[in-house]
Nanobody, 125 residues
């Protein structure tokens, strides 16, 4: 059973930074894509970033490219999201997710497994 535990969210002023972390269990971590999504109540879950198991291939949504960085530690089975220059539009609940082993990066949340409750990020103007 896939389980995720997201942490690191909070309240920050615009221009500030946060680092989210996701601890995983039940994930074939060394051979799977890990991703971050976010969701605002009443809206669809939105792709933020993802990287492959080798940590060298990452994708970002246009809205966060250049500000956010995804990284993973395959030994610790964790995936982090460093968020810099935060904007009020980044306010959302952030979730980490995993795909089935050896599948590539997708921006479609329906092909991922979400096993955590997410972490709230609030950016004030």
């Amino acid at each position: 059973q896939v389980q995720m535990a997201e942490s690191g969210g909070g309240l920050v002023q615009a221009g500030g930074s946060l680092r989210l972390s996701c601890a995983t269990s039940g994930v074939t971590f060394n051979s799977t894509v890990m991703a971050w999504f976010r969701q605002v109540p009443g809206h669809e879950r939105e792709f933020v970033a993802a990287n492959r198991w080798n940590n060298y291939n990452a994708e970002y949504s246009d809205s966060v490219k250049g500000r956010f960085t995804i990284s993973r530690d395959n030994d610790k089975r964790t995936v982090d999201l460093q968020m810099n220059d935060l904007k009020p539009d980044d306010t959302a609940i952030y979730y980490c997710a995993t795909r089935r082993p050896y599948f590539g990066i997708s921006r479609n949340p329906s092909v991922y497994s979400f096993g955590g409750r997410g972490t709230q990020v609030t950016v004030s103007s």
